[in-house]
């Protein structure tokens, strides 16, 4: 799978992200203030492209396992142990905004859109708990769709081991570290899990993407379906077909 090529210059003290109109190439240009981030400061639509606007979309209610209403209920089941536990350092907003994302990904795939061609991401949080919605999740999941192409290397980090986020239930982050460390190294503690052994990576692998598009992220009180934590529209900017 071909990938669009992005020239970065810069331009005024910002980095402009160019990026001619070929067969796999968006025809937008983005410029971000540092390569590191993760949306762009604003983008140029040319006079004749052509743009699709999505409507805002909610995750699907794929586990019957969880109440109705309960957030639980818009997670994919086959992320669960057999605890009905989502993965180490895995929320619940991340899980759905994964879901969310790969729908959208297909919606495009329908009309046949890349996902590189989303110039506008809008996304409407919910309060995920008492420490309101919950924005790391949503851009765990946003990175394993874009701006996850390192442009020193121009290595994918999807290629990059899985990293947890949270220590483990009831311990603090030193006390894990603490506890790791007295341990005897074993297969189980010295292993390392890459995205190909993981079940986020097997239903959810994303895709190499340099887009950096503009992002409005929004935290909202209430979502039109109970249990729902997280609806994304986007807006792909394209040429004519």
């Not at 983008?43 to 699709?52: E, G, H, L, M, Y």
Request: with cysteine.
């Amino acid at each position: 799978m071909r990938h669009p090529r992005t020239a970065a210059l810069l331009t005024g003290g910002a980095l402009l992200l160019t990026v001619s109109a070929c067969a796999d190439e968006a025809v937008f240009s983005s410029s971000v203030s540092e390569e590191t981030d993760v949306a762009a400061a604003g983008i140029s639509v040319p006079a004749d492209a052509s743009i699709f606007r999505s409507s805002a979309t909610g995750p699907e209610h794929l586990n019957y396992m969880a109440e109705d209403d309960d957030p639980m209920a818009f997670v994919d089941p086959d992320l669960l142990d057999d605890d009905g536990k989502l993965p180490e350092g895995m929320t619940v907003t991340e899980a759905q905004s994964l879901q969310v994302l790969s729908q959208l990904q297909d919606l495009l795939t329908d009309r046949k859109l890349k996902l590189y061609e989303v110039g506008t991401v809008r996304v409407y949080l919910a309060v995920d708990g008492r420490d309101g919605a919950d924005f790391d999740g949503w851009e765990r999941a946003y990175r394993r769709y874009f701006a996850n192409i390192d442009r020193d290397t121009g290595r994918s980090l999807l290629e990059e081991p899985v990293e947890t986020t949270s220590a483990s239930a009831g311990s603090s982050a030193s006390e894990s570290a603490s506890e790791s460390a007295s341990q005897e190294p074993t297969e189980s503690s010295t292993e390392t899990t890459t995205p190909e052994e993981s079940p986020i990576s097997e239903l959810y692998p994303g895709t190499d993407n340099r887009t950096r598009p503009t992002i409005v992220t929004v935290g909202v009180a209430q979502q039109p379906v109970e249990g729902w934590l997280v609806q994304v529209e986007i807006e792909a900017v394209h040429g004519e077909s």
